[in-house]
């Protein structure tokens, strides 16, 4: 079964700090991986995407990283602003094998402190 | 503003009754969507419409029942919900239905709909 697993759940940041946060995925093979934003009753909006073979992507402040080979991805937030207070959600699109409907992770609920 | 909106914001109703939800999207997409989003839970994928085509139904119980009368414009339509249905549902659109989810979805803000 196709899992993506983020860490951490939550995490607590002072304003102008970076921070990075993790998904690992099980989606095999897999196209591309996204990271969305998603603030407090708004939908999500995508950030990045990387297909498999792209090592990193960055979006201003934003940077996601790519590691086919062990499955994981991170996205890298520098000198976070209050507006970065959110939720982050990792999204695997699978490549083949029938459905190409996308797994989505749990996401990272990210509180930025003045 | 993303170009998708979503009415109401928030809906409350009983077990018995039938409400619609209503997807507007302004951006000249062919591709929409339906999600489920419940707390502490990942984000799920519902009904996928393509030129007016449903070309996904991820196995959504039959008292959800979608209707898109155009490119433009996506329905959702609930009747005899459950107290676990209760959850914030999420319409998006996209330039087109692609393998892998390539093209980037826009969502509208969502409807809460909490069930009694």
């Known amino acids: 079964k196709n899992q993506v697993e983020q860490s951490p759940q939550s995490l607590i940041i002072l304003e102008g700090k970076n921070c990075t946060l993790q998904?690992?995925?099980?989606?095999?093979?897999?196209?591309?991986l996204r990271w969305y934003k998603q603030d407090t009753g708004r939908g999500p909006v995508s950030l990045t995407i990387m297909t498999f073979s792209e090592n990193t992507k960055s979006n201003g402040r934003y940077t996601a990283t790519l590691d086919a080979d062990t499955k994981q991805s991170s996205l890298h937030i520098t000198a976070s602003q209050l507006s970065d207070s959110a939720s982050y959600i990792c999204?695997?699109?699978?490549?083949?094998?029938?459905?190409?409907?996308?797994?989505f992770g749990r996401g990272t609920s990210l509180i930025v402190h003045p | 503003e993303t170009g998708v909106t979503q009415t109401p914001r928030h809906l409350v109703m009983g077990m018995t009754n039938k409400k619609s939800l209503k997807c507007e999207q302004h951006?000249?997409?062919?591709?929409m969507y339906w999600y489920k989003q419940s707390a502490k839970k990942p984000l799920e994928l519902m009904f996928v419409?393509?030129?007016?085509?449903?070309?996904e139904n991820n196995s959504v119980p039959s008292r959800f029942s979608p209707e898109c009368p155009n490119s433009s414009h996506l329905f959702l339509h609930l009747h005899t919900l459950q107290p676990e249905d209760s959850a914030l549902y999420l319409c998006?659109?996209?330039?087109?239905?692609?393998?892998?989810?390539?093209?980037?979805?826009?969502f509208g803000p969502g409807t809460r709909l909490t069930v009694t």
């Open positions: 419409y393509n030129f007016k085509e449903q070309t």
């Open positions: 951006l000249g997409h062919n591709a």
């Open positions: 999204v695997v699109s699978p490549a083949s094998g029938g459905s190409y409907i996308p797994t």
């Open positions: 998006a659109s996209s330039p087109d239905v692609s393998l892998a989810f390539s093209y980037e979805q826009y």
């Open positions: 998904c690992n995925y099980t989606v095999s093979p897999f196209s591309n």
